[in-house]
């Protein structure tokens, strides 16, 4: 069955580094847009990052150009989302979440989301 499962979250200092995994299982995600989106306290779910095939690589937020990256290991078919000079804003629950083919800044055309894995940005 598809799973989608986010790991390397937790407690960074402001201008620190974090590196998420989502690992996928079930499927591969060679023809598959994998999106990265985060979620604060009271604020809606957010489009961060997303990678495909067809699309490559494509930043929606403008507040993490520059700072986030987005990878692919298809080996390990993982998909990552380097973090870099994180910021307090940077904190929320950040999700992984797969659609068909193209990259979407929009949650609603994701079908399949991991859990979440919250990243806390504070000194």
């Known amino acids: 069955q598809l799973q989608l499962m986010e790991s390397g979250g937790g407690l960074v200092q402001p201008g620190g580094s974090l590196r998420l995994s989502c690992a996928a299982s079930?499927?591969?995600?060679?023809?598959?847009?994998i999106g990265w989106f985060r979620q604060a306290p009271g604020k809606e779910r957010e489009g961060v990052s997303c990678i495909s095939i067809r699309d490559g690589t494509k930043d929606f937020a403008d507040a993490v150009k520059g700072r986030f990256t987005v990878s692919r290991d298809n080996a390990k078919n993982t998909v990552y989302l380097q973090m870099n000079s994180l910021k307090p804003e940077d904190t929320g629950v950040y999700y992984c979440?797969?659609?068909?083919?193209?990259?979407?800044?929009?949650?609603?055309?994701?079908?399949?989301w991991g859990q979440g894995i919250q990243v806390t940005v504070s000194s």
């Open positions: 079930g499927f591969t995600l060679d023809y598959y847009a």
């Open positions: 979440a797969v659609r068909n083919w193209y990259c979407s800044e929009s949650a609603l055309r994701y079908d399949y």
